[in-house]
């Protein structure tokens, strides 16, 4: 046998893996989907097909073109016929018929160009886009002219499947019990002002057996973040490792962490330059950001909380709707079962925004009392959930189940133990669950002063403007204006009426807790904007949450 170089050996190389990854696309494509996720994300096809083709038949993942959102309308197609490869068949691949070297990575200029010029990137080419990200060979200038050559060019369905992939697996992967592959939920909102859903939501879902390992984000934009308030709670730790989680799923059944070096590190970085590039309202971005933290979870099911209003990313049910349904079809074509709730965003929830505050209604809600605004949330959210995971037969059921988590203080149990194994001094956690409000503020960052707001004249509360009253607050510290800037963690607001009240002129309507002086005459003009009255008699207010968007049917099996 004649010698063979070095040269034809290195080819021969990469001729016999691509052989391996040919015979590997052609074993999972169809495979039963949990499997696909539990073998690794290497074998994954961008939009995979499930078991039952259901996300080749959702019809519900058409979208128009139009800037900052998806391109050109991408359904997945039927499944393809599998076609036989025997080790050695290489015909029709080149040369003696074996399969051409893979050409050269494209450098990141020529990639921020395609995507500026509204091209396409390939898989190869947004795996090294990530890559690049991760390894900190992407500057900060190239990081940013990508996020918003996306955020106006958009991306079509099966590039915004191979973003979501490339950022899950720019990580560690999380491996859980076989025992709890049914249990293992989450829930996600797209951010709003006072939204505190998930921190009841996450001890409550644990008290009703399930398994929630819940990755968080920070603020972004006006909009504030679950792990910002929870670091509101001194000694909580919110880095937590594959670990320690499994741990606290195996003790407590929850726990809410942010990204790590390990966990998501990819989405980390863009999220954090996606609050201070203006691309925050990208919906590829958006779905990519949120179901790639949910894929690396190793999921049964997820509830997508999706805002719509003026304080939302989306200003009307419409467009939020267009993201529900994308994010429902990705999620199915990744072999994880995702439902979406559309919920208003034009009002905070409930009445407190401002991060020690909204722990502080948190814990009241987990005492089963609190705005009855956020109790429905949790309560039809958590429902969705346990529906959707087949653990209650009808959303209702679940929803009662997750009524009487509140009600019996389990989920504020929960939390509690959350907060300890999460860091927080035991004799700490235990006082702050079990205090009367006036203790629970005692333990929590406090603002230096506060100021209340008069209503200016006798009327019906109609609304109570959720936009001016975060970006108020946003300067006076409760936001951010560039990435790991300090939070005034005391700094929010305490709404002192509710919408459908009648109010005489005079009556304090809003409290600011404030560590500055005094507010100023914009920020009072804007504050005292934001409260909308009319000469309608009293009315019951309406409830934020919208409907609910569903999977494809075989997707949920």
């Known amino acids: 046998m004649s010698p063979v170089s070095n040269y034809e050996a290195d080819q021969w190389e990469l001729k016999r893996e691509k052989w391996k990854d040919m015979v590997t696309a052609t074993r999972y494509r169809g495979a039963d989907t949990r499997d696909t996720q539990k073998q690794g994300w290497d074998r994954c096809t961008v939009a995979a097909n499930t078991r039952t083709g ?113 950022l899950a697996k720019s990580g560690q992967q999380l491996e859980w019990p076989e025992a709890w592959q049914r249990q293992l939920v989450d829930k996600h909102s797209t951010g709003g002002v006072g939204d505190k859903v998930s921190l009841v939501l996450a001890p409550a879902l644990a008290a009703c057996g399930c398994k929630v390992p819940m990755i968080s984000g920070r603020g972004l934009g006006h909009t504030g973040g679950t792990l910002d308030k929870l670091e509101s709670i001194p000694g909580f730790n919110t880095i937590q490792n594959p670990e320690q989680m499994q741990v606290l799923l195996e003790q407590v059944g929850c726990c809410i962490v942010g990204q790590s070096e390990k966990l998501v590190p990819a989405d980390g970085i863009l999220y954090a330059a996606r609050d201070v590039t203006a691309t925050v309202d990208s919906l590829p971005l958006i779905t990519a950001s949120i179901l790639s933290k949910k894929v690396v979870e190793g999921l049964s099911a997820l509830v997508v909380d999706v805002k719509f209003g003026e304080a939302a990313v989306f200003p009307n049910q419409e467009q939020a709707r267009e993201l529900a349904r994308v994010l429902v079809g990705v999620g199915a074509g990744l072999g994880l079962r995702v439902a979406a709730a559309l919920t208003a965003m034009d009002k905070p929830v409930g009445r407190s925004v401002g991060h020690a505050l909204e722990i502080e209604e948190a814990l009241l809600c987990m005492d089963g009392a609190g705005p009855p605004d956020l109790r429905d949330l949790v309560i039809k959210l958590g429902g969705a959930v346990l529906w959707l995971n087949g653990q209650a037969e009808a959303q209702a059921e679940g929803a009662a189940r997750v009524a009487a988590a509140l009600d019996k203080g389990s989920a504020r149990d929960h939390f509690e133990q959350m907060l300890a194994g999460q860091g927080v001094d035991p004799n700490m956690a235990r006082a702050l669950c079990s205090g009367s409000p006036a203790q629970r503020r005692q333990l929590l960052p406090r603002a230096r002063e506060q100021e209340e707001l008069l209503t200016p004249a006798d009327g019906t509360v109609e609304l109570i403007r959720a936009l001016p009253l975060a970006l108020v607050l946003h300067e006076l510290g409760a936001g951010r204006s560039h990435a790991g800037e300090q939070l005034r963690l005391g700094v929010g607001a305490e709404l002192l009426v509710d919408v459908g009240q009648r109010l005489r002129r005079g009556t304090p309507w809003l409290r600011v807790h404030r560590d500055g002086p005094a507010l100023s005459g914009p920020q009072r003009r804007a504050l005292q904007g934001a409260l909308v009255l009319s000469n309608r008699a009293p009315f019951a207010a309406p409830s934020p949450y919208a409907e609910l968007i569903l999977p494809p049917t075989g997707a949920q099996q």
Do not use: H, W
């Open 54 to 166: 259901a996300a080749a038949n959702a019809s519900c993942i058409s979208y128009p073109c139009r800037p900052g959102v998806m391109a050109a309308a991408v359904t997945p197609g039927t499944p393809e016929t599998p076609v036989p490869v025997t080790p050695g068949d290489f015909s029709g691949e080149g040369s003696q018929g074996l399969p051409e070297p893979q050409p050269e990575p494209k450098q990141l200029p020529e990639l921020i160009r395609i995507k500026r010029d509204g091209g396409r990137l390939s898989q190869a080419d947004i795996r090294s886009f990530v890559g690049a990200v991760v390894d900190g060979t992407a500057q900060g200038a190239q990081i940013g002219a990508m996020l918003m050559a996306i955020r106006l060019r958009g991306m079509d369905l099966e590039e915004t499947s191979a973003l979501t992939l490339a």
